[in-house]
T-cell receptor
Framework: DGGITQSPKYLFRKEGQNVTLSCEQN?????MYWYRQDPGQGLRLIYYSQIVNDFQKGDIAEGYSVSREKKESFPLTVTSAQKNPTAFYLC????????????FGPGTRLTVL | AQTVTQSQPEMSVQEAETVTLSCTYDTSESDYYLFWYKQPPSRQMILVIRQEAYKQQNATENRFSVNFQKAAKSFSLKISDSQLGDAAMYFCAYRSAGYGGATNKLIFGTGTLLAVQP
């Protein structure tokens, strides 16, 4: 089945630790995105990547880092610099054609203890 | 900058009835896309329907249809014959039609939580 997978589904982190969230897609999509969702708010863009080895900051990139070494993979690291990391994180991907739609993975719930 | 506003935090509908969710947006662009995404309790974001701004005809997908009013910058979602499985958070989203870069990002509203009563 083609799709987007995210792991783990739930993640717990102690303060001061870095954690990495996985996002993999087998849709042969060019672009990948990371969004953060907080209660009562819509999704906000953290980082995006249009091609391998290239990525750009979104609206709320502080305290996060990403890499794009393979077309299929776009991991997100939540660093200790992120002041309020507890949230739901969604990965999305899209073919780069003008009319294409973004499709989302199932998400990862990160909780800082 | 573009913004998306959903003014109804919660809505309720009886099973088999029709409900309309509201969405307004602000943009200076003439070419863009609008979307409705559904997020059920599983939290998976599912595309419900998509509208291209340069198309005057309202998009329809089975029981879901939109009322796109470009001049008023309004994009409402109508769900007909509501089913229990329609209960979810619904998000309206905007995307510029430009190619590449941050123009491809989705700008979301804050969502409307739809309850379906049996």
């Amino acid at each position: 089945d083609g799709g987007i997978t995210q792991s783990p589904k739930y993640l717990f982190r102690k303060e001061g630790q870095n954690v990495t969230l996985s996002c993999e897609q087998n849709l042969n999509h060019d672009a990948m995105y990371w969004y953060r969702q907080d209660p009562g708010q819509g999704l906000r863009l953290i980082y995006y990547s249009q091609i391998v080895n290239d990525f750009q900051k979104g609206d709320i990139a502080e305290g996060y880092s990403v890499s794009r070494e393979k077309k299929e993979s776009f991991p997100l690291t939540v660093t200790s610099a992120q002041k309020n990391p507890t949230a739901f994180y969604l990965c999305a991907s899209r073919k780069q054609a003008r009319t294409d739609t973004q499709y989302f993975g199932p998400g990862t719930r990160l909780t800082v203890l | 900058a573009q913004t998306v506003t959903q003014s109804q935090p919660e809505m309720s509908v009886q099973e088999a009835e029709t409900v309309t969710l509201s969405c307004t947006y602000d943009t200076s662009e003439s070419d863009y896309y609008l979307f409705w995404y559904k997020q059920p309790p599983s939290r998976q974001m599912i595309l419900v329907i998509r509208q291209e701004a340069y198309k005057q005809q309202n998009a329809t997908e089975n029981r879901f249809s939109v009322n796109f009013q470009k001049a008023a910058k309004s994009f409402s979602l109508k769900i007909s014959d509501s089913q229990l499985g329609d209960a979810a958070m619904y998000f309206c989203a905007y995307r510029s039609a430009g190619y590449g870069g941050a123009t491809n990002k989705l700008i979301f509203g804050t969502g409307t939580l739809l309850a379906v009563q049996p």
